[in-house]
């Protein structure tokens, strides 16, 4: 397959639903009249959109979309009710570092990083001057951290855990490519922790506020 | 409150008028649900995800900035939940016995035409569920929402490159294992 069969396959979708511009469109039309392959593709994906067509699925009663709004205002009833609500402090500090922390455990256990000097104290004080949307970046998808129990567990953790200090102290160490090198392994606990939605752009400016001089 | 905007409903649930998210709800439940739906396969789960979607963004609409559409917002908080809720799940690992099975097993006698389409659609059903994340991502806010690749290699922080040929893969493994099926 050649690197142009490549890019017309990846347009064959759009084709087939007529969603291509005329340019794409003409592109396509002339591949496929002169190479056999993309054609069967074509074909079968073809009948692949034929099938999805056909296939509707179940649709929720009317019921249903007018009990949708009473129903979730019962629940935010029962969540203030029952005081699952976190303090705003634990948004606005503690959810984000105890997501970084995770991170950073979750990073020195892939163990690429060296260890080095000691400097908890000097991270966490980066961790607390990092700005509000690079604190939700990092927590947004750390939902089972807004578990309560969990936060208090790592607010615990925080300034005792010897472990954590170690691992803070070896994401200090190392350098900006080791830390970018980490975000291409696909670990679950990686990609859960949030760093694998993060951008080249948002990354560079997570290692630059955590190093200062552009190094961890 | 027909003729309101987003950004309007916003400053005024900001300022205190629930009514304003109340309008909100209605006017993204559906669009919500679908594409939970059809990220996590059932209507339990896109339930749920609904749900917690409109309970996050009561939570934080308070603070909302239109640095983003709300619409560009809300897509990326369902989507987000939704992976999450996949996640947790691991729903691309099982079957889901009440959408998929349970059909098959029933006892509702009916034209040979509807056990064909009821069939497929289960076959169809299986093969999204088997999609890895991604791949399903784009697909069903390609071909169901019907976004701009430009629009979803932003929800999903990718290149639209990488969004075109993950749609085609996505296409092509609903392909082969409708024929593999067969």
């Known amino acids: ?216 | 409150m027909p003729d309101k905007t987003d950004e309007v409903l916003i400053k005024q649930f900001q300022e205190g008028d629930v009514r304003a998210f109340n309008e909100l709800v209605r006017r993204y439940q559906e669009r919500v649900y679908w594409i939970a739906r059809r990220i996590v396969g059932g209507h339990a789960d896109a339930d749920d995800v609904a749900q917690d979607v409109f309970i996050k963004i009561y939570d934080s609409l308070k603070g909302f900035r239109s640095e983003s559409t709300f619409y560009t917002w809300i897509y990326r908080v369902t989507v987000n939940a939704s992976l999450n809720l996949l996640r947790r799940n691991k729903i691309r690992d099982f079957v889901h016995f009440d959408e998929i099975i349970a059909p098959l097993l029933s006892d509702e006698a009916g034209p040979d035409e509807q056990l064909e389409s009821k069939e497929q659609k289960t076959l169809i059903d299986e093969a999204i569920a088997r999609l890895p994340e991604k791949q399903r991502t784009v697909f069903v806010l390609r071909y169901h929402e019907n976004l701009p690749y430009e629009e979803i290699a932003q929800l999903l922080k990718r290149s639209v490159g990488g969004m075109k040929a993950n749609y085609f893969q996505a296409v092509q493994k609903i392909s082969r294992y409708l024929k593999e099926s067969q």
């Open chain 1, 1 to 216: 397959m050649t690197e142009d069969c490549r890019e017309i396959r990846n347009l064959l979708p759009d084709f087939l639903s007529h969603r291509t511009s005329g340019e794409e469109q003409r592109a396509v039309q002339d591949h496929l009249e002169r190479c056999v392959s993309c054609s069967e593709e074509a074909l079968a994906l073809k009948e692949t959109f034929l099938a999805l067509e056909g296939a509707k699925p179940s649709i929720p009663s009317e019921t249903y979309w007018t009990n949708f709004l009473p129903r979730l205002h019962n629940r935010l009833s029962e969540e203030r009710r029952t005081g699952r609500e976190l303090a705003p402090w634990v948004h606005k500090f503690l959810v984000p570092s105890a997501a970084l922390i995770v991170t950073i455990l979750l990073v020195s256990r892939i163990g690429i990083i060296p260890e080095s000097k000691d400097s908890f104290s000097e991270v966490r004080q980066v961790v607390e001057q990092m700005s509000a949307s690079e604190f939700h970046r990092l927590a947004e998808t750390s939902s089972d951290l807004l578990v309560p129990e969990s936060s208090s567990r790592l607010e615990a953790m925080l300034p005792h855990d010897e472990d954590t200090r170690r691992a803070i102290n070896s994401l200090i160490a190392a350098s900006s490519d080791e830390f970018i090198q980490l975000r291409e392994v696909n670990l679950h606990g990686l990609v859960d922790s949030g760093l694998e939605d993060l951008t080249d752009e948002e990354m560079e400016t997570v290692i630059e506020r955590l190093g200062g001089n552009g190094t961890l």
